[in-house]
């Protein structure tokens, strides 16, 4: 027989006044959010205090009990500061383990904190404020890491790089314009986060158990002491309502997704034979066999907890699809998955930001790469067009043919000589070379936007005035 299958001989203290035997073992194991939800113990411990204080002064409490209530809960947030939050199964959650303790601390009065208040409304303002907290911590990550973003994009504005499509080469383009595009991505990502904190603005506390409450309460006042911008209309909808929670899945795996793809690129760049970036010894490790490896763990690690990141975000999907109002107990495990992606996007964050900080770009390799490539083949299309009034369509196949030719003699684009050149058509003359280059290809990209230096300077000047840095 195992210990599981012993059932509590005492009921519950909470709610024994209705159950003739307590909990088995299993069901108060199943029970139990406290090993996670204690995470809460802050709001949990916040939100207490602003409830009692609002029942004192609708005259619901007496004073007398609200200040022991409040000096008490101070006391237990002291305990909890100072040796975590106790794990007793029995007492199931961070609402149920903080109230015990109360009473062990302040006797009698404990029991009126409770008073038109459920933990559904409670949990609902607890988790809603903790999420509220997650937006505004990832939000400033998130700027700390388009500081470094515009910081290495304004010294390498001109540093000329392949730019790909299909990750061919296709035009020369900047390295600061190619980490310029992540900057817009996480500008992106704040926006959605700002979005998901004012979206989250309704207090969910005093809804009560579902249909609100008889007691003559100011949810006015809790709300604004809890700093939302006004109460939830509906109560039904607000202890059953986990959309703040899925809105910062949401933000945070279309984040991951973008850090993913930047980790990717690192991990490409950092292989040899591309040889485009050196990352930071601090943030790579070696081959315990392999003498000369050194891995990009750290982006692939941020490659690999983007999935994990999305999983939370599928996780709390699955659990809300099809739950009819209000609040149903599989709404338990909605906080697993948001304190685990959050966890891994604050550190894979803080990994990236340390990445783009201290990698070393090799500007040769991403030069010659680019003069490598054709990557101008383009322009000389360009060219055509403008100079010898030739329809596009027909300009491309004519350098298509110079492409072969230049590939055939293992030459770059500009160094084939005039004559051969006017050997595929007779329109090209000596002014072609302009535009050849990587250097003028990328210069003449000056349209808003584009890759050209000023264009890029420009966009770093808007951004460093947006991340107030001037
Ligand atoms: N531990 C619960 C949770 O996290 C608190 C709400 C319990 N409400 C209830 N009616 N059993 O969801």
């Given at each position: 027989m195992s210990e599981r299958e012993d059932s509590n001989s005492e009921s519950n203290?909470?709610?024994?006044?209705?159950?003739?035997e307590g909990p088995s073992a299993i069901m108060r194991e199943i029970n139990a959010s406290i090993p996670f939800d204690k995470a809460l113990w802050h709001q949990d411990i916040r939100a207490s205090k602003a409830h009692v204080a609002m029942l004192a002064a609708q005259g619901i409490v007496t004073q007398a009990d609200a200040d022991a209530i409040s000096a008490g809960l101070d006391q237990v947030a002291g305990e909890y500061e100072a040796n975590g939050v106790p794990e007793n199964w029995d007492l199931e959650d961070i609402h149920m383990t903080t109230e015990s303790r109360l009473a062990e601390l302040i006797g009698a009065p404990a029991g009126r904190l409770h008073t038109a208040r459920s933990r559904n409304d409670q949990v609902a303002t607890d988790f809603k404020l903790w999420v509220r907290e997650a937006c505004v911590a990832v939000d400033a990550a998130l700027g700390a890491l388009q500081v470094v973003l515009v910081t290495r994009a304004q010294e390498h504005a001109a540093s000329i790089m392949p730019g790909f499509t299909h990750l061919q080469t296709a035009q020369p383009v900047t390295l600061g314009h190619h980490l310029m595009a992540y900057y817009e991505m996480i500008g992106r990502d704040r926006s959605r986060f700002v979005d998901a904190h004012r979206r989250a603005s309704q207090c969910p506390l005093g809804s009560a158990a579902l249909a609100g409450t008889g007691f003559a309460i100011d949810r006015d006042v809790t709300a604004k002491a809890l700093g939302f911008a006004m109460p939830t209309r509906n109560s039904l909808d607000a202890v059953s309502d986990r959309d703040f929670a899925l809105d910062y899945l949401m933000a945070a795996t279309q984040c991951a997704l973008h850090l993913s793809r930047l980790a990717e690129e690192l991990i490409i760049w950092a292989s040899q034979p591309f040889g485009f970036v050196v990352l930071p010894d601090s943030l790579s490790t070696g081959s315990s066999i392999m003498p000369q490896k050194k891995n990009p763990d750290a982006a692939e690690l941020v490659r690999g907890h983007s999935g994990r990141i999305a999983g939370c975000l599928t996780s709390l999907m699955m659990t809300m699809k099809g739950l009819p109002l209000a609040y149903s107990k599989d709404m338990q495990d909605d906080k697993p998955p948001v304190f685990e992606a959050a966890s891994l996007l604050t550190l894979s964050l803080a990994a990236m930001t340390g990445m783009i900080d201290g990698a070393t770009f090799q500007t040769e390799r991403m030069r010659n790469a680019a003069e490598l490539g054709f990557a101008t083949a383009t322009d000389l299309a360009d060219w055509l067009v403008r100079q010898?009034?030739?329809p596009f369509r027909e300009a491309h196949h004519i350098t298509g043919a110079a492409v072969k030719l230049a590939e055939s003699r293992g030459l770059a684009l500009d160094a084939l000589p005039l004559a051969d050149l006017q050997v595929i058509d007779a329109r090209i003359d000596q002014r072609v070379f302009a535009v050849l280059s990587v250097d003028a290809s990328v210069a003449s990209r000056?349209?808003?936007?584009?890759?050209a230096p000023e264009q890029v300077m420009a966009r770093i000047a808007e951004a460093r005035r947006d991340l107030g840095l001037e």
């Open positions: 203290a909470m709610w024994g006044g209705r159950f003739a010898a009034d030739i000056a349209s808003y936007g584009g890759t």
